[in-house]
């Protein structure tokens, strides 16, 4: 009769005693893309505003992607999981 010194909501949250499900990061998840490779996409920085500044070829190379950096990919797919 362990079952009834819970209180009704721990009842409901040990139900299975199952670990919670991860929740992925949704502004990571907006952010970033994986590549068939299993590298990670993202987009420039600096690209938002005060452009009149900036020139013609740096707005135009900033439209690119690029890769994340091999020190943040682990960071970027743990936020991904």
Do not use: C, Q, Y
Not at 19 to 37: E, L, Q
């Amino acid at each position: 009769m362990l079952f009834l010194s819970l209180t009704k909501k721990e009842r409901r949250n040990n139900k299975d005693n199952k670990m919670p499900k991860m929740k992925s990061n949704k502004g990571a998840r907006k952010s970033f893309k994986k590549t068939a490779t299993g590298k990670f996409k993202r987009k420039k920085a600096f690209k938002s505003h005060i452009l009149t500044s900036k020139s013609r070829k740096r707005k135009r190379n900033l439209r690119k992607a690029t890769l994340v950096s091999k020190a943040n990919e682990k960071k970027v797919s743990l936020m991904l999981k």
